[in-house]
């Protein structure tokens, strides 16, 4: 089993920042691909970012790219998601997910094999 745990979550207004970490523990297989996705309130989870092991590749949906920026640290199994000029739309539940290397970045949640428990993050304008 993977555990995920999500934190660096808030309430922050328009324009400004916040930095999102996932760290796994427990029977991590390497390597992995590291998924986050969110969740508005009475929407679909949809994908956010990707990045593969090496951080050599990602992924990110067109409505954060420029503005979020992911990045990981094998040593400690952590993956942090730095999200800049939040809008209110990015208000939502961040979840991170896993699953093993394949040869593209998935988007599709179905695709991930583990998942945090997810944090709240809130934008307001």
């Known amino acids: 089993q993977v555990q995920l745990v999500e934190s660096g979550g808030g309430l922050v207004q328009a324009g400004d920042s916040l930095r999102l970490s996932c760290a796994a523990s427990?029977?991590?297989?390497?390597?992995?691909?590291m998924g986050w996705f969110r969740q508005a309130l009475g929407k679909e989870r949809e994908f956010v970012a990707a990045?593969?092991?090496?951080?050599?590749?990602?992924s990110y949906a067109d409505s954060v790219k420029g503005r979020f920026t992911l990045s990981r640290d094998n040593a400690k199994n952590t993956v942090y998601l730095q999200m800049n000029t939040l809008k209110p739309e990015d208000t939502a539940v961040y979840y991170c997910?896993?699953?093993?290397?394949?040869?593209?970045?998935?988007?599709?949640?179905?695709?991930?094999?583990?998942w945090g428990q997810g944090t709240q993050v809130t934008v307001s304008s």
């Open positions: 990045i593969n092991w090496s951080a050599t590749r990602t």
């Open positions: 997910a896993v699953r093993g290397a394949s040869s593209s970045l998935k988007r599709d949640p179905g695709d991930y094999d583990y």
């Open positions: 427990g029977r991590t297989f390497s390597p992995y691909h």
